[in-house]
């Protein structure tokens, strides 16, 4: 995130909701499908055209006739509902046009959607595309980014610019990858965590509504 903060333009307030409480920034202008089954840390910002696919999951079966008939019509939509799709940490930043797409594969002949965690203090950049199972606490996406499906990127990190990581890659901590297909081309300091937590913060405090 080393840029990231040079300069934050204000935001037409007409155009972002704050939501109660847990005070994310959401764009009215991105695009968020299956809202019930996406989690936010709280203080994150989905700036405009963002896609975050909510919806994609894997199907839940039926409870057994016999358990279905003791549960009431709410309990059982609970049920079919299923459990978290994606699930973000606080200070998490989803830059313009930017998509999130739960990973998914195949096992045994099953196609099946997995569960997307991203840790604290998170920049996806914009027009990046991310498929990964995890994404740990302080890591930086750039722009234009392809993050492969079932990709695992641990905690302090940062992607460069347009790098594309294959499926399944395993991207160790305190490193800088960049590159297509993305190999590690750096590293990084023993006091990241810290430079990177406080950029997040500082950015969303600078993120304010145009007076």
């Known amino acids: 995130m080393a840029t990231c903060n040079a300069h934050v333009a204000p935001y037409n307030p007409s155009e972002y909701v704050t939501t109660a409480g847990s005070q994310n920034k959401v764009s009215r202008k991105a695009t968020i499908l299956g ?23 894997r199907p839940v079966p039926p409870p057994p006739p016999a358990e279905q008939a003791k549960m009431s019509a709410a309990q059982l939509a609970q049920h079919q509902k299923g459990g978290v799709v994606i699930s973000a940490g606080r200070y998490c930043i989803f830059g313009e046009g930017c998509v999130i797409r739960p990973p998914y594969r195949t096992l045994k002949g099953v196609f099946s959607y997995y569960t997307l965690k991203l840790g604290d203090h998170v920049r996806i950049g914009p027009g990046s595309v ?50 297509s297909p993305g190999q590690q ?11 990177s937590t406080n950029r997040a913060k500082e950015y969303y405090n600078k993120f304010k509504p145009a007076s």
């Open 185 to 195: 081309v750096g590293e990084l300091p023993e006091t990241y965590p810290e430079t």
């Open 130 to 179: 991310v498929q990964a199972g995890v994404i740990g606490s302080n890591v930086d996406i750039g722009k234009d980014c392809i993050i492969g499906r079932m990709s695992m990127i641990r905690d302090c990190v940062q992607i460069l610019d347009g790098t594309v990581l294959a499926p399944g890659t395993v991207v160790p901590p305190l490193t800088i990858w960049g590159g």
């Open 35 to 57: 809202s019930s089954n996406i989690v936010l840390g709280g203080k994150c910002i989905i700036q405009h055209g963002v896609i975050i696919r909510g919806d994609l999951k």
